[in-house]
Nanobody
Framework: QVQLVESGGGLVQAGGSLRLSCAASGRTFSTYNMGWFRQAPGKEREFVACIGWGGGITYYADSVKGRFTISRDNAKTTVYLQMNSIKPEDTAVYYC??????????????????WGQGTQVTVSS
């Protein structure tokens, strides 16, 4: 069992930066591939980025590539999403997710085992 708690969301101006954190409980954090997803009003949840259990591999959605960076600290059982050059279209609720599968890459929403409650990111133009 893994519990995920996101933080760091808020209101930011376009072009600004924000860092989201996802704190995980449980000793097995380092065995999970971790990801960030987001859901804007009226839209389906979409993949943003994911990172392998060891932190050595990452994968990004084309819409955030070059602007967002995912990282993790297994000692702190935390995964991060550094968001730079934020755009109004990045406005969404951002969710952290954990996937125990070693055969699924990149992460997909339907395959994740655990989810956080989400943190709102609102970008003003």
């Amino acid at each position: 069992q893994v519990q995920l708690v996101e933080s760091g969301g808020g209101l930011v101006q376009a072009g600004g930066s924000l860092r989201l954190s996802c704190a995980a409980s449980g000793r097995t954090f380092s065995t999970y591939n971790m990801g960030w997803f987001r859901q804007a009003p009226g839209k389906e949840r979409e993949f943003v980025a994911c990172i392998g259990w060891g932190g050595g591999i990452t994968y990004y959605a084309d819409s955030v590539k070059g602007r967002f960076t995912i990282s993790r600290d297994n000692a702190k059982t935390t995964v991060y999403l550094q968001m730079n050059s934020i755009k109004p279209e990045d406005t969404a609720v951002y969710y952290c997710a954990a996937d125990s599968s070693r055969s699924r890459w990149p992460l997909v929403a339907g395959g994740c085992d655990y989810w956080g409650q989400g943190t709102q990111v609102t970008v003003s133009s």
